[in-house]
Nanobody, 124 residues
């Protein structure tokens, strides 16, 4: 499975971005999908995950109420809608496919395929 993340860019604080993660090689419709991010000088951290159907989601506290993860299994694509962005959201965002179908497991070792990352910069 190859994952291609896109949609990053430069946005002012308070703005919005929608990240996309397109899977190729084989369907990921049976896998939970997640987003992680890595800020400069920091370790990669969990952002959001949703289960195979998209009906069950789990968010990091930093993302709750501002970010929404969703998926379109017909398009083999996962999205991360980010609203009310803050400078501290600046990071490289990575999508990943889980070895599980459920939407609760969210440690890095739960995910077996990773995209290359898309950079998000939020200016103050």
């Amino acid at each position: 499975v190859q994952l291609q993340a896109s949609g990053g860019g430069l946005v002012q604080a308070g703005g919005s971005l929608r990240l996309s993660c397109a899977a190729s090689g084989r369907s990921v419709s049976g896998a939970a999908m997640g987003w992680f991010r890595q800020a400069p000088g920091k370790e990669r951290e969990f952002v959001a995950v949703l289960n195979w159907s998209g009906g069950d989601t789990y968010y990091a506290d930093s993302a709750k109420g501002r970010f929404t993860i969703s998926r379109d299994n017909a398009k083999n694509t996962v999205y991360l809608q980010m609203n009310s962005l803050k400078p501290e959201d600046t990071a490289v965002y990575y999508c990943a496919a889980s070895r599980y179908s459920g939407g609760y497991r969210h440690t890095e070792t739960d995910f077996i395929f990773w995209g290359q990352g898309t950079k998000v910069t939020v200016s103050s």
